[in-house]
């Protein structure tokens, strides 16, 4: 079975500096990994996706996350964030299938991005 | 588009009561699916649809129903609620993959559930 680890419940950071938010997972197989943001009061929206290819992906906002098979990770990175940015992120995965696509969540980071 | 709305934004039950969570896309998506969300455990699955008429359950389905009567409705029934059900539900809709692997997923705004 799937699973995915944040590595992170909580990241405060200064407005302007880089961050990484950290996602391991665990599978025997081949899998498909995203991050997804939640804004305040909000629902989930799809911040960037790795189905096969180039490992290093880049979404919106200006936030990136890099696929590392061997050390089955998927950590996003953004070089400079922006109050704006404060938001809780999760990390998922899933199988490839032709079929529905079982997200499996991790427990989220809660980014906090202070002037 | 209106994309994926849920009714009711807030609700507060009493142990035991019923309810109904609403939700419609009109993206004329296939796949729908209810999530609930809990602090510290991230978004779990609760029954999905891959079409009308058909549905099944996901990692946490006891204590819910759901029927998809229509391509656009996903209703998900609290038959008798418990506090243990205090929590934000989300539901989402994807187009089925026509030959792709993965479609995505989009997600309304969340019903914040409470039961006392």
């Known amino acids: 079975a799937q699973s995915v680890t944040q590595l992170d419940s909580q990241v405060p950071v200064f407005e302007e500096a880089p961050v990484e938010l950290r996602c391991n997972y665990s599978?025997?197989?081949?899998?498909?990994l995203f991050w997804y943001v939640q804004y305040p009061n909000q629902g989930l929206q799809l911040l960037l996706k790795?189905?096969?290819?180039?490992?290093l992906v880049k979404g919106i906002n200006g936030f990136e996350a890099e696929f590392n098979k061997s050390q089955t990770s998927f950590h996003l990175r953004k070089p400079s964030v922006h109050i704006s940015d404060t938001a809780e992120y999760f990390c998922a995965v899933t199988l490839p299938s032709g079929g529905y696509n079982k997200l499996i969540f991790g427990a989220g980071t809660r980014l906090a991005v202070h002037p | 588009n209106a994309g994926v709305t849920q009714t009711p934004k807030f609700q507060v039950l009493k142990t035991g009561q019923s309810m109904t969570l609403q939700c419609a896309q009109d993206m004329n998506h296939e796949y729908m699916s209810w999530y609930r969300q809990d602090p510290g455990m991230g978004l779990r699955l609760i029954h999905y649809?891959?079409?009308?008429?058909?549905?099944d359950q996901g990692e946490v389905p006891n204590g819910y129903n759901v029927s998809r009567s229509t391509t656009e409705d996903f209703p998900l029934r609290l038959l008798s609620a418990a506090p243990s059900q205090t929590s934000v539900y989300f539901c989402a809709s994807s187009y089925s993959p026509s030959g792709r692997a993965y479609n995505e997923q989009f997600f309304g705004p969340g019903t914040r559930l409470t039961v006392l």
């Open positions: 599978s025997s197989v081949s899998v498909y």
């Open positions: 790795y189905l096969s290819g180039s490992t």
């Open positions: 649809s891959v079409g009308a008429g058909i549905t």
